[in-house]
T-cell receptor, first 115, second 112 residues
C-alpha cells in the first residue's frame, strides 16, 4: 500500500491569488493523478502526472490554470492559479504503482475555499 | 467515453442488515474496478479492487462482484454497523494510462 500526505489540508484564499498543493508519497510510484471534488459531487480527473514526462490534462483543464510539477517518483505539486470562487473544491492526489492493474490510493485531500 | 452510474444515490438501513450497492458502466473493456469509501470531508479509502479477469473479491464483511459483460458490479455489506456509514464510490479503469472514471457514489446511513 501507499501512504500519501497532502499540504495544506485546507486553506481559505482570496480571489485572484494562487495556491500550491503538495503531495508526498511514502514509496516510489509511477502513476500520479490529481482530482477535483466539487461540493456534493463525485471526483473529476484534472491531470495525470507521470515522472519524466509532461502532465496530461483532461478536457476542460489547462496547464495555465493548473500547472503541475513531478520532480521525482515520490512528490508532486498542483497549483491552482488566479482563483475564483468556482475553484472551491477538495483537491485530491492519487497514485498507482507501476501498472494499471495496481491498486489506486488517495491522499486525504486539500479543502480549498475561495472568497 | 466511459460512464459510471451508482444506484441508489442514498440508502438508510437499520444496524445488522445485509445490503447491496450497485455500480454499472457503459464500456465493458475495462482493466479493473475498484470500490472506495469516503467519510465526510476526508479522502478515499480503498476497499476492494477487482481485476477484469476476476469475478469477485472479499474482505471481511465486504464482497464485491464483477460481471464485465453486462457492465455491472455489486458491493455486498454483511451485518451492517453504524461505522459503515459513509459514501461508497465505484471507479472503473478503462485505459492503460491508469485513469479512473468515478460514479457519483451511494451515501449509506446505518442506524443504531
Amino acid at each position: 500500500s501507499a501512504v500519501i500526505s497532502q499540504k495544506p489540508s485546507r486553506d481559505i484564499c482570496q480571489r485572484g491569488t494562487s495556491l500550491t498543493i503538495q503531495c508526498q508519497v511514502d514509496s516510489q510510484v509511477t502513476m500520479m493523478f490529481w482530482y477535483r471534488q466539487q461540493p456534493g459531487q463525485s471526483l473529476t480527473l484534472i491531470a495525470t502526472a507521470n515522472q519524466g514526462s509532461e502532465a496530461t490534462y483532461e478536457s476542460g483543464f489547462v496547464i495555465d490554470k493548473f500547472p503541475i510539477s513531478r520532480p521525482n517518483l515520490t512528490f508532486s505539486t498542483l497549483t491552482v492559479s488566479n482563483m475564483s470562487p468556482e475553484d472551491s473544491s477538495i483537491y485530491l492526489c492519487s497514485v498507482r504503482g507501476a501498472t494499471t492493474t495496481d491498486t489506486q490510493y488517495f491522499g486525504p485531500g486539500t479543502r480549498l475555499t475561495v472568497l | 467515453k466511459q460512464e459510471v452510474t451508482q444506484i441508489p444515490a442514498a440508502l438508510s438501513v437499520p444496524e445488522g442488515e445485509n445490503l447491496v450497492l450497485n455500480c454499472s458502466f457503459t464500456d465493458s473493456a475495462i482493466y479493473n474496478l475498484q470500490w472506495f469509501r469516503q467519510d465526510p470531508g476526508k479522502g478515499l479509502t480503498s476497499l476492494l479492487l477487482i481485476q477484469s479477469s476476476q469475478r469477485e473479491q472479499t474482505s471481511g464483511r465486504l464482497n464485491a462482484s464483477l460481471d464485465k459483460s453486462s457492465g455491472r458490479s455489486t458491493l455486498y455489506i454483511a451485518a451492517s454497523q453504524p461505522g459503515d456509514s459513509a459514501t461508497y464510490l465505484c471507479a472503473v479503469t478503462s485505459t492503460n494510462a491508469g485513469k479512473s472514471t468515478f460514479g457519483d457514489g451511494t451515501t449509506l446511513t446505518v442506524k443504531p
